[in-house]
Every structure is written in C-alpha cells, then in structure tokens.
T-cell receptor, first 117, second 112 residues
Framework: AQKITQTQPGMFVQEKEAVTLDCTYDTSDQSYGLFWYKQPSSGEMIFLIYQGSYDEQNATEGRYSLNFQKARKSANLVISASQLGDSAMYFC??????????????FGQGTELSVKP | DAGITQSPRHKVTETGTPVTLRCHQTENHRYMYWYRQDPGHGLRLIHYSYGVKDTDKGEVSDGYSVSRSKTEDFLLTLESATSSQTSVYFCATLGQGNSPLHFGNGTRLTVT
C-alpha cells in the first residue's frame, strides 16, 4: 500500500541556516508525483514544490529544493536561509498515477518547523 | 488561488445531529476532495468527486457521505455526528495534469 512517512514531528533551526525535512515514501507505481505543502499557524495549506517520478533533476522553487533520491524512495525538502516566517507545519504528499486516475494525494504526518531568531 | 470557499468556517454541534459542510469553487475544476486533519495523522482523504454525481470513497469514509449536483459545489454530510469526527475539514480541487491540489481555508468542526 502507498505510504508517506515523515519521521521528524518537530524541528528547530536557527534563522539564516538551511534545514532539511525528511520524507520517505512507498509505492509500487512507476509514475507518481511528490509534493510539499506548508501550513502556517493560520491554517491554510500552501503548495511549495513538486517532483515527478520521471524528472531527472531535483525540483527547485526559490529557497525550496527537493532532494529526490528515487532508489531510496526519499523526497526531502531543503529550505535554504531560513526565515522566521518559515515557522510552520510542513507536509509531504504523494500522488500515484496520473490525473485520470483521480489525482488523489496521500499525506505524511507532518513536521513542525520552528525558526529561532 | 482556485477560488475555494468553505462554509461554515467554524461549527459546534452535538453528538447525533446531522451536519453538512459546503465547498464552493469558481475554477470549474473537475476533481474535488474532502480531507480531514487530525494531529499525528496529517490529512486523510474522506471522499472525492471526479465529476457531477460521480463520487468515490477515500481512506476514512465511514460516517460520511457526499454529494455533487453541480460542478462548483461539493457537500460533505455527517449523518449523525460523533465526537470522533471533531476535526478540521479541508476541501480541495484539482485543475489538470500534475497540478497540486488547491485547498480551501478549512472548517473547524467540534462535536460535543
């Protein structure tokens, strides 16, 4: 069965430093997508970054990058130069198959990141 | 922003009462989803819809039903609310291809 695991319930990072949030996944599909979302204390779900299973290069979006290691089934989120506004809950999610198969995402348990000044 | 509005934003209800949560989208997206968020569980899929009158169950569908009579509206109903259904409920839509899900702002439901 498909599964997403985030093993770090909470993490602290010093402002301006980089931080890696771990995510491992389990799927038997060859085609899948991996997503990261941010949920600040206000509660909304904010999409950060996407990696497709066939993408050869790691995805990057501004200060966010996704360290995709397919053989290890990991999709870690790297945030460079942390800012106080990065304090939030972060969710890793996976989509199996393609759009016509329903587009559903399954989510990990989340990692709560706290950025210290 | 996919223009997703959830109503109500907060609701307190008593055990055994029926509750309906509404999700309205303005983007004409085909797929719509209902998730619940609980500490330690992330977001779990309750039901989803792939078109008008076409719905399917998710991981935690027991005690919930849904309806989609128009493209823009997706309703989640708790026929007889229980305390275990106290949660934050998110509606989401999917545009196309490898797009991410776009989420509404959530409904906080408390069942006393």
């Amino acid at each position: 069965a498909q599964k997403i695991t985030q093993t770090q319930p909470g993490m602290f990072v010093q402002e301006k430093e980089a931080v890696t949030l771990d995510c491992t996944y389990d799927t038997s599909d060859q085609s899948y997508g991996l997503f990261w979302y941010k949920q600040p204390s206000s509660g909304e779900m904010i999409f950060l970054i996407y990696q497709g299973s066939y993408d050869e290069q790691n995805a990057t979006e501004g200060r966010y990058s996704l360290n995709f290691q397919k053989a290890r089934k990991s999709a870690n989120l790297v945030i460079s130069a942390s800012q106080l506004g990065d304090s939030a809950m972060y969710f890793c999610a996976m989509r199996e198959g393609d759009y016509n198969q329903g587009g559903k995402l399954i989510f990990g348990q989340g990692t709560e990141l706290s950025v210290k000044p | 922003d996919a223009g997703i509005t959830q109503s109500p934003r907060h609701k307190v209800t008593e055990t055994g009462t029926p509750v309906t949560l509404r999700c309205h989208q303005t983007e004409n997206h085909r797929y719509m989803y209902w998730y619940r968020q609980d500490p330690g569980h992330g977001l779990r899929l309750i039901h989803y819809s792939y078109g008008v009158k076409d719905t399917d169950k998710g991981e935690v569908s027991d005690g919930y039903s849904v309806s989609r009579s128009k493209t823009e509206d997706f309703l989640l109903t708790l026929e007889s609310a229980t305390s275990s259904q106290t949660s934050v409920y998110f509606c989401a839509t999917l545009g196309q291809g490898n797009s991410p899900l776009h989420f509404g702002n959530g409904t906080r439901l408390t069942v006393t």
